[in-house]
């Protein structure tokens, strides 16, 4: 069974910065693209952004273009968000997705209504002074 487990959330004041991790268990990511949702209180999910295998391409929503980048670590079998300059709005549980397929992920952090091969439990963010 695909399982990702994301962890790094927590409390951080407006301008600071977070890490999340994503680390699959059960598979290895080496042949997976993973990407980064997030599901403010009360709002629908909105993709962020996504990172090929191989080539390790990557994708960004404007949102958080500039802000936030994705990296992967295929030994540890981990992606990282390295989320800068948070602001109120970043606020929301996090989640990862993998998917065997960049395009299929990236079209879902576009906002294609799409089946993922796995997905994580989430971790909350909270930006606020």
């Known amino acids: 069974q695909l399982r990702l487990v994301e962890s790094g959330g927590g409390l951080v004041q407006p301008g600071g910065s977070l890490r999340l991790s994503c680390t699959a268990s059960g598979f290895t990511m080496n042949y997976h693209a993973v990407g980064w949702f997030r599901q403010a209180p009360g709002k629908d999910r909105e993709g962020l952004s996504c990172i090929n295998h191989g080539d390790e391409a990557t994708y960004y929503t404007d949102a958080v273009k500039g802000r936030f980048t994705i990296s992967r670590d295929n030994a540890e079998n981990r992606v990282y968000l390295q989320m800068n300059n948070l602001k109120p709005e970043d606020t929301g549980t996090y989640y990862c997705?993998?998917?065997?397929?960049?395009?299929?992920?990236?079209?879902?952090?576009?906002?294609?209504?799409?089946?993922?091969?796995?997905w994580g439990q989430g971790t909350p963010v909270t930006v606020s002074s």
């Open positions: 997705a993998a998917d065997r397929f960049f395009t299929v992920l990236k079209d879902a952090i576009r906002g294609t209504p799409t089946n993922l091969d796995a």
